[in-house]
């Protein structure tokens, strides 16, 4: 016997209604609303997820386990589920459980879609889920172009059915003319394929995996120039850093301290003490400094906070690294001045967080997740779990101090 779940969530929404009521909901109701859950009745609810979006769930109890039945996403667009829609849906399963049956393999539309889901299709509605999070005006248009242009061989196949060969064909074509592009191409891919096993729509390992997979087939690619931020090679910032430490001054120390620390060279630059807790080795950067408007915690290794504490005993004022103008940060034109001077002209101060991230996927076992986080990216739930369970910061101390040594000559290989 199934039963319809009522009156156990009622108390989340407030309402005071039948236990068996049913169309409670207005769309004028679900436009205003900012609750993460609205009862539509009888068992049928709409969610809020984390990114915003908004989604129909059937809940009911059947042979003692409770099941949540997703009936789609809401709107009013193609592919998506308006209210007269869900309520229909919701219908259709009330009957199958008044009967004794499932709806899970009894709906019509289950017992129709039987064709699978496709790579472009499931890319497109990735998009969908995935825009109310990203906050740079470039990145929803570049995702699109991917979608359409650059993963275009991909589209047709149907997404349990994507391969290394159907990748590296679509990756072939780009792979020496744009390595930029590719790259990107190849990341954007791995996470709709992750995406895709997600949601149970395939099973295995990622065939965008680089690390240990891709890396065997394809050529490592050109260093990459992002946007206006060349990117030194990390192959070369030993080298790189050994002559950075034969300089002496603020500025040298500021770059040191920013390549360490994967920072923004502005972060670096405005830190105040106040933002340092040494016994800890925490660095904690205010949401009104960072691009994202969030606090960031950064992770010292013990080279980063050495540099602060030397910094501290010549303190001129409460900035770490001070410029020359009194009360003022040290330049961004200073650190630039350390590259022209150290053999580097040819790459800027950010291109090293690029390095950074070079690295990492070429050289480490270490998630991606955690080194988006390192750099202070938003990148969708995983993340924000990391942050919730608290070990994210663990992580990212492990993943700097493999960096630290990088830094320092080791050559490691094999970090976890």
Same mark, same amino acid.
């Given at each position: ?12 929404? #407030? ?25 539509? #009745?009888?068992?049928? =609810? ?12 059937? &809940? +009911? ?13 809401? #709107?009013?667009?193609? #592919? ?65 172009? +991917? ?69 065997? &087939? ?21 080298? +790189? ?31 105040? &003490? ?8 925490? =660095? ?48 961004? /034109? ?12 040819? +790459? ?6 690029? /390095? ?25 739930? /995983? ?34």
């Amino acid at each position: 016997m199934a039963i319809i779940d009522t009156d156990s969530a009622r108390s989340e929404v #407030g309402g005071k209604v039948g236990k068996h009521a049913r169309n409670l909901l207005t769309v004028t109701e679900i436009k205003s609303s900012t609750k993460s859950k609205l009862r539509d #009745g009888d068992g049928l =609810w709409l969610h809020t997820s984390t990114t915003g979006g908004r989604y129909w769930v059937f &809940i +009911f109890t059947r042979f003692g386990r409770r099941r949540e039945m997703g009936l789609g996403t809401y #709107g009013s667009g193609t #592919g998506q589920v308006s209210l007269a829609m869900a309520r229909a849906k919701a219908d259709e399963i009330r009957a199958i459980l008044g009967r004794g049956g499932d709806p899970f393999t009894e709906m019509e539309e289950r017992k129709t879609k039987e064709k699978p889901t496709m790579f472009g299709d499931l890319a497109d509605e990735y998009i969908l889920a995935m825009k109310p999070k990203w906050r740079g005006k470039q990145t929803l248009p570049a995702w699109e172009r +991917f979608a359409s242009t650059y993963a275009k061989p991909l589209r047709k196949i149907p997404v349990a059915e994507v391969d290394t060969d159907a990748i590296v064909r679509t990756l072939k074509v780009l792979w020496h003319s744009k390595p930029e592009t590719a790259t990107k191409t190849r990341e954007r891919i791995k996470l709709v394929l992750d995406h895709a096993k997600a949601r149970g729509l395939r099973t295995g390992d990622n065939p965008a995996e680089w690390k240990g997979h891709l890396d065997q &087939i394809l050529p490592t690619p050109a260093k990459l120039v992002r946007g206006h931020h060349a990117a030194m090679p990390y192959s070369e910032l030993p080298a +790189f850093i050994k002559r950075l430490r034969e300089r002496q001054g603020v500025a040298p120390l500021a770059l040191e301290f920013t390549i360490l620390t994967a920072a923004r060279s502005g972060e670096t630059r405005g830190a105040p &003490i106040a933002e340092f807790d040494l016994d800890k080795a925490v =660095w904690t950067v205010p949401p009104h400094r960072m691009k994202e408007p969030r606090e960031h915690r950064v992770p010292l290794v013990d080279r980063a906070v050495e540099i602060v504490k030397e910094m501290r005993k010549t303190a001129v004022n409460d900035l770490v690294f001070p410029g020359q103008k009194l009360g003022r940060p040290l330049s961004d /034109a200073a650190l630039a001045n350390v590259l022209d001077d150290t053999e580097a002209s040819d +790459f800027t101060v950010h291109g090293f967080r690029s /390095a950074f991230r070079d690295w990492v996927a070429e050289e480490t076992h270490h998630q991606r997740e955690v080194a988006e986080a390192a750099l202070a990216h938003a990148v969708g739930d /995983a993340v924000e779990r990391a942050y919730r369970r608290g070990d994210a910061l663990a992580k990212r101390r492990k993943l700097m101090e493999d960096w630290a040594k990088f830094l320092e000559g080791d050559n490691l290989n094999g970090l976890s």
